[in-house]
């Protein structure tokens, strides 16, 4: 290893991709702080490779220098996994120039992008090839496929479609020695050993630099339905989801739970229109879709829904008749974060749970906080469908929230003991960044703590790739 100034490192990484891409000055703090601002670093530089040749060599001189690194998408990730440490020694490796399309094969369906692409871009050039790209959030304007990709992101159309991992053929990877590994293979089918692209998905950025992707492509849906349903419990809302998937099969393609308080919330933050004229305790938005045109996919989910309702299933139901008031009802799903961000600091949990225990957990866990936090306010919402909620805590309505947010650590030391006991995980969607790194040390099974310090070891001996993040120090 050669000792090197940072004077010395930046004017390697200017030969590498030119001056204008190595960013070191006080603008360096924008990339620097996390989506929800609760994170503060100081890199070396943050850097923009064009090309994965690029990336590789940056990775060499991080070697070389021993400098370590922290990938960085959209910055739009809710754990802090993109944000460097204060030392003011970390690079950040930030994507956004690697937005180029490589290839879309329609036959295969599939599609070759670069890492940086950001996600509505890829989704409008799979609607021009006349396919779907389904992996749908709400940060889809800002984040990339490689962001995406490294945290598994899931979103509004798991149920049907799967998580980001589950929509992934090959991968291209600059690896911690500065290799390049080419896995961009279009293959639904390759049983020659271990499957290594899995390995990358999910990892945050620890076990190497993700430069392009193979990803699948669908058939383009053509008619669509969607409906806001009135429910009395989450209980019922598991029945209404088994009713509507027997009937419909994968037509349903999303499954979406919201309870009063969260229209409560939206209606008092936001100009969106009430879908009731009478409030109910639950909701859960629902979207059918289908490769058919026509209006078949409308009365199918007229015809279950008022089955739902006959059986006592459902309170009350309300069906898109157009697409602009499909789009005002997903409105209110899609505002609940601003309006609950709008209502004070609240402790958020995104955690998964086996889809028959919802209803229990929820009970048990509500019953619990409120006995042990007097006053406080559970904000759940989530995607029902696939095990998903967004198990939010509110503070008291009234109350300091400072007060409240100061117990945050009992307050996820409930829940996540909770979802534990219900056979659930502390992360569904968002990944571990270093938000949840030390609860997934207290949670994790030990050996499986130690078989992924395993492959972080053996992949990256130095600890070049985003150190701190998911494991934390290898040897705790
Ligand atoms: C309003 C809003 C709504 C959201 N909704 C959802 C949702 O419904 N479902 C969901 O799953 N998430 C959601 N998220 C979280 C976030 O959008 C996702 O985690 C997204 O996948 C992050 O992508 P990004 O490009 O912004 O990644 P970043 O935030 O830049 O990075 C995330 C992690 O990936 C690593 N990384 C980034 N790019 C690479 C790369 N090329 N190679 C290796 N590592 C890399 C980073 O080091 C970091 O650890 C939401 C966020 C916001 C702000």
């Not at 930030?94 to 890492?115: C, F, G, K, P, Y």
């Not at 996919?297 to 008749?321: F, M, R």
């Not at 310090?453 to 998911?470: E, F, S, W, Y």
């Amino acid at each position: 290893m050669r000792r090197m100034s940072n004077g010395e490192i930046l004017a390697r990484l200017r030969t590498i991709v030119g001056d204008a891409h190595v960013i070191s000055d006080a603008t360096t703090a924008t990339y620097a702080t996390d989506w929800r601002k609760r994170y503060f670093g100081r890199p070396v530089a943050v850097v923009k490779p064009a090309n994965t040749a690029e990336v590789a060599a940056v990775l060499k001189l991080c070697i070389e220098t021993r400098t370590t690194i922290v990938p960085q998408g959209g910055n739009t990730g809710l754990c802090g996994g993109a944000t460097p440490d204060p030392s003011g020694r970390q690079l950040m490796v930030n994507l956004s120039r690697m937005n180029r399309i490589r290839a879309i094969d329609a036959v295969n369906n599939a599609m070759t992008v670069e890492a940086g692409c950001v996600l509505a871009t890829l989704q409008q050039a799979a609607d021009q090839a006349k396919r779907l790209f389904p992996l749908r959030l709400a940060a889809e304007g800002s984040c990339q496929i490689g962001g995406n990709l490294s945290t598994n992101a899931g979103g509004v159309q798991v149920l049907r479609y799967g998580n980001t991992r589950d929509l992934v053929l090959g991968l291209e990877v600059v690896l911690p020695n500065g290799s390049v590994w080419d896995g961009l293979r279009g293959l639904r089918k390759d049983n020659t050993g271990y499957d290594l692209k899995h390995l990358f998905i999910g990892a945050e950025g620890t076990l190497g630099i993700i430069t392009a992707a193979v990803l699948k492509l669908f058939p383009k849906p053509c008619a669509q339905a969607t409906a806001v349903v009135a429910l009395d419990t989450p209980r019922a809302a598991l029945r209404l989801l088994e009713h509507l998937q027997s009937r419909c099969g994968d037509r349903l393609t999303a499954f979406e739970l919201f309870s009063a308080i969260c229209v409560e919330l939206v209606h008092k933050h936001f100009d969106v229109a009430a879908p009731f004229s009478t409030a109910y305790p639950q909701y859960a938005l629902i979207e059918l879709s289908d490769t058919q045109p026509g209006g078949g996919v409308n009365t199918l989910l007229e015809s279950v829904l008022e089955a739902a309702l006959e059986s006592g299933i459902a309170l009350d139901a309300v069906v898109a008749t157009s697409g602009t008031q499909a789009k005002q009802l997903w409105q209110l799903r899609e505002h609940i974060s601003e309006a609950q961000a709008a209502e004070g600091p609240n402790i958020k949990h995104d955690i998964a749970l086996p889809i028959s225990r919802i209803g229990d957990f929820i009970e048990r866990t509500d019953a619990k906080l409120a006995g042990a936090f007097k006053g406080v306010r559970m904000v759940t919402f989530g995607h029902l469908g696939d095990g998903n909620l967004h198990y939010n805590v509110a503070h008291p309505e009234g109350g300091d929230p400072a007060v409240f947010i100061a117990r945050t650590a009992e307050v996820n030391r409930a829940v996540h003991d909770s979802v534990t006991e219900f056979g659930g995980s502390i992360s569904a969607e968002h990944g571990i960044g270093q938000y949840k790194r030390d609860e997934l040390l207290r949670y994790k099974a030990p050996v499986e703590m130690e078989l992924m310090r395993t492959v972080k070891r053996a992949l990256d001996p130095l600890g070049i790739m985003n150190p701190g993040k998911v494991l934390g120090k290898l040897d705790s």
